[in-house]
């Protein structure tokens, strides 16, 4: 049996944040009832076309998947195991927001076998999480961590975030310092990207020019500031005790998620919801992304031939499984040098890097007969190492990441 990771995608918040460009939009109780009955037709169809798969992750995110009530969250769970085959020690995981966790939720998570909360701190400063434009308090968040543990949560994760307006990198320290004191199994911790469609892209925008080009800023901290704060991070979570496996991601031993690392080690997912994407075998799939048409085409979801994605007359479909139906916007299948971009530079995420032999075997050929010059220039530049079979960015290519993952691509 093959495996696969399954992403489920809950679009609802309460309020759409300022910083966020994600898929996700206010709703009443009646559009999400509409919503979650429309995903779990999706589910059934799905699952009866992966039955010689098993499912080793769940992750369900948004949006904010805790604003659903506990009942429609539940139906949803109910759907995934009755359809799918879902392993025994699936890592399963639901993003929360505080302001919108009650005891009765996560004792409703408990019971579908949820195993992990990951809940969206991004900041302990009142001021930072109203410019943020986030609904809850520092107050609140406590509240919704001593609720995860007393329903028996011994895996959750905490979003923060650096690089904020006016964030300085001993402001920063107050947040983090606040963080460890909970003891955490995991800290994803984000540098802020200014993304267009936002606001705070219609605020910051000409700031972050400034601050990608090294000048001077008026609002954002300065590009050596953000590069404090991040090696700020990487100090303070190792002296806590966190490995950082990951460039934004660290854990205690034996809490990496594996639902994450899966997509970096380009893992089979199934991406079930709205906008959601998928990769199986290969082939990218992404659903649509208006609320109302994918209400619509799941009432009547149907399989479709790879013709009907073909961007050319006569282009060949996928040489492995083809699970392309009428809920997708797009269907890509990917050609062995797109593969092999992405997995170096998927895979130079990690801490660890890439094995050289995995990549062998994956492709019949060795990774330096591919990518010889590029190897050899970032090893000169001291960028990358090439040791014990591995391929890893060092310190200093960590901190350079994106500049040595775009050298992978042609």
């Known amino acids: 049996m093959k495996n696969s990771e399954l992403y489920i995608h809950i679009p609802f918040c309460v309020k759409k944040c300022d910083y966020c460009d994600f898929l996700s939009f206010a709703a009443d109780e ?9 995903l779990l037709t999706e589910l059934e169809f799905y699952g009866g076309l992966m039955k010689d798969y098993r499912i080793t992750t769940v992750y369900v995110g948004g949006g904010t998947p805790s604003w659903l009530n506990e009942g429609l ?3 949803v769970f109910e759907r995934v195991y009755r359809h799918f085959h ?39 400063d009142s001021g930072e999480l109203k410019l943020l434009g986030r609904i809850h308090s520092y107050a609140q968040f406590l509240k919704t961590w001593e609720l995860a543990r007393e329903a028996g949560f011994d895996n959750v994760n905490v979003d923060i975030i650096s690089g904020l307006p006016y964030q300085t990198a001993e402001k920063f320290a107050v947040t983090l310092q606040q963080v460890i ?35 001077q800023t008026e609002f ?27 460039i934004s ?28 994407s998928s990769m199986i075998e290969n082939v990218r799939y992404t659903n649509v992304s208006d609320l109302e048409a994918y209400v619509e085409l799941c009432r009547k979801t149907e399989r479709l031939p790879f013709s009907a994605f073909a961007k050319e ?39 660890e890097g890439v094995a050289r032999a995995d990549f062998e075997r994956t492709f019949g050929v060795p990774a330096e007969s591919i990518y ?10 001291q960028l990358l190492r090439i040791a014990e079979g591995r391929i890893a960015l060092t310190d200093r290519g960590l901190d350079l990441a994106n500049y040595c993952m775009a050298r992978f691509l042609r």
């Open 249 to 276: 991601n660290y854990a205690r031993p034996g809490f990496l998620c594996r639902h994450n690392a899966g997509y970096w080690m380009r893992e089979n997912y199934l991406g079930v919801g709205l906008g959601a």
């Open 181 to 215: 004191r909970l003891r955490p199994e995991h800290v994803s911790a984000y540098t802020l990207m200014i993304e267009p469609g936002t606001p705070f892209y219609d605020r910051y925008k000409f700031d972050a020019v400034k601050q990608e080009a090294g000048m």
């Open 73 to 75: 969250m539940s139906a």
């Open 313 to 351: 007359e006569g282009q060949r479909g996928p040489a492995g499984d083809w699970f392309g139906s009428s809920l997708h916007a797009a269907a890509e299948v990917l050609t062995r040098m797109a593969q092999m971009e992405e997995y170096m530079f998927l895979g130079l995420r990690m801490t």
């Open 372 to 381: 010889r010059d590029v190897l050899a220039e970032l090893k000169e530049k």
């Open 86 to 124: 879902v392993a025994d020690d699936a890592e399963v995981t639901v993003e929360c927001n505080p302001g919108t966790v009650t005891a009765r939720k996560l004792a409703a998570y408990k019971r579908a076998g949820v195993s992990r909360l990951s809940v969206g701190l991004q900041s302990c």
């Open 30 to 38: 009646a559009a999400q009832a509409e919503y979650v009955h429309a």
């Open 220 to 246: 954002l901290p300065t590009e050596d500031e953000a590069y404090r704060m991040y090696k700020l991070t990487q100090r303070v979570l190792k002296k806590a005790g966190y490995v950082q496996y990951e």
